[in-house]
């Protein structure tokens, strides 16, 4: 039976709830990128101290360090280990470097320190140091050595992605991958990790995706809080979170490359707690929405609308604030702790945690903001502009009849409202149902500076633009 609408909003926000209700069993797994661009972080024994004493149960690291790794030890924290971006192209070139690579970080370690996967560099495809072409070699050599050691049973080998390995995100359904990397990387990678049951690797940030496009993207939309949902126009699905919908899109990238099998592992998330004044939505409130509410999404178990039974392992970034990195502000600052091991905000990393947590789930006001109009009823409608250009009301048509969730129907071949066949028209229709959609609230009628308001109501040959939905 499908469930449309308000409904299945009903539903999805009662869904928590019954969570705790009955169990947290059948969850997924929360962990955390242990990140040390900084000079002033604990020693790696108080680190290990301050995540027993959180319960974090998984750890990512972007080495090998063997401070940490002895410091592991006998603590049954599960541990991604790293082999770096610059180290690929020995590990790829020479199995030698490989097998001893593995015997000198892993096998020394294992099984007193629970090393469970190795990740094959990080984000390699947007390396500028072009390591792309060693990614695969690397990975297969460093399996191989795992072989000979008789441990690729129980670790297991990946390489994390960052999202824009897809050539399309938007819709989810339409996921896909870059053209140049398929049979290069992407074929040979998935079968690999099909053949060894390992899962593939995804950083996925919706921070970045919001603060982009803050004029199209709802804030509720991007923080896991009640909001009524997208809706994807090619396949139904309903959408409460941008983070499921990213997840789906590479979901749907491996499906249409037949790896429909392959698990996700999400080795990177997190929002910043603060950053410039251009960094929209960067913030102690959003990271605390953002990491609350996932650990919350996590946690009380269940998958994504195109896997809805498969939980997710999310390792969240960075256990601290790194005050040696480069870039914007927000990248010092996507850290839970700071240095001084007090926490930046407060969320749960445990189910133990979450049954008291309330975290913050209700929609911004902001929505709610009417705009004031001179209309005598005070109706209004939202409307494309012309001067705006072809390729802004095409992506704003886009927009608004895919991950906007607006009622597109009307403007199809053969439908009430397809003639005019122009795409201002069209558009204008697009536009209009979102803008309804969404209560006329302020910032819902922009698509780019492609819109602008009217007070008297729109036709468009013999459509009249709807008033309310």
């Known amino acids: 039976m499908q469930i449309q609408g308000m409904e299945l909003l009903k539903i999805s926000l009662l869904l928590p709830i019954l969570c ?3 169990s947290f069993a059948d969850g997924g797994s929360i962990g955390v990128n242990y990140g040390r ?11 290990v101290e301050l995540m027993k004493s959180q319960g974090i149960q998984r750890v990512k690291m972007y080495d090998t360090d063997p401070a940490v790794l002895k410091a592991l030890s006998g603590t049954a924290i599960k541990v991604v ?3 770096p971006n610059e180290q690929l192209s020995n590990a790829a070139k020479r199995p030698s470097f490989a097998n001893a690579w593995v015997l000198r970080n892993v096998v020394s370690y294992y099984p007193s320190t629970a090393i469970e996967a190795i990740a094959i560099g990080n984000e390699v495809f947007v390396d500028t140091n072009n390591t792309t072409r060693f990614l695969i070699s690397a990975i297969k050599n460093i399996h191989q050595a795992l072989v000979k050691y008789k441990l690729d049973d129980t670790i297991k080998v990946s390489s994390p992605v960052a999202l824009s390995a897809l050539q399309n995100s938007y819709p989810s359904s339409a996921g896909s991958f870059r053209p140049d990397l398929i049979e290069p990387v992407f074929k040979p ?4 990790l099909r053949q060894t049951g390992s899962s593939l690797m995804v950083n996925i ?5 919001y603060e982009s496009n803050a004029d199209v993207i709802s804030l509720d939309y991007a923080l896991f809080r009640e909001n009524p949902g997208v809706v994807d126009a090619r396949n139904g699905l309903r959408y409460f979170s941008l983070f499921d919908a990213q997840i789906d899109a590479v979901f749907a990238a491996m499906s249409a490359l037949k790896y429909d099998d392959v698990k996700i592992t999400v ?3 997190g929002w910043p707690s603060k950053g410039d004044s251009n960094e929209v939505g960067a913030s102690i409130e959003n990271a605390a929405a953002y990491n609350g509410n996932l650990v919350r999404r996590v946690l009380t178990g269940g998958g994504t609308p195109l896997r809805p039974h498969e939980d997710i392992t999310v390792y969240l970034f960075a256990l601290f604030n790194e005050n040696q990195k480069f870039g914007p502000t927000s990248e010092r600052n996507f850290g839970l702790f700071y240095p001084n091991e007090k926490k930046v905000y407060n969320i749960p990393f445990t189910a133990e945690g979450l049954k008291s947590y309330r975290g913050d789930r209700s929609p911004s006001t902001g929505g709610e903001q009417r705009v ?3 209309a005598s009823n005070g109706q209004t409608w939202c409307v494309a502009s012309a001067q705006a250009g072809k390729a802004k009301l095409q992506a704003g048509l886009d927009y608004a009849c895919g991950e906007g969730g607006a009622d597109c129907h009307p403007i199809q071949p053969g439908s009430t409202c397809f003639n005019p066949n122009t795409l201002e028209a069209h558009a204008s229709f697009a536009f209009n149902s979102y803008y309804q959609k969404k209560g006329r609230g302020i910032g819902t009628c922009y698509f ?3 819109a602008y308001i009217v007070s008297q109501q729109p036709k468009y040959g013999k459509c009249e633009l709807p008033t309310g939905y």
């Not at 661009?37 to 680190?47: D, T, W």
């Not at 940030?205 to 995706?209: E, K, V």
Request: hydrophobic share 50%; net charge negative; proline share 6%.
């Open 20 to 22: 705790y209700i009955f």
């Open 37 to 47: 661009i900084a000079n002033n972080l604990p020693s790696a024994a108080k680190v």
């Open 81 to 83: 280990v790293n082999l």
């Open 189 to 192: 990678m998935l079968e690999f």
């Open 205 to 209: 940030y919706p921070f970045f995706a």
């Open 267 to 269: 080795t990177e998330t």
């Open 372 to 374: 004031s109009t001179g």
């Open 448 to 450: 780019g500076g492609a």
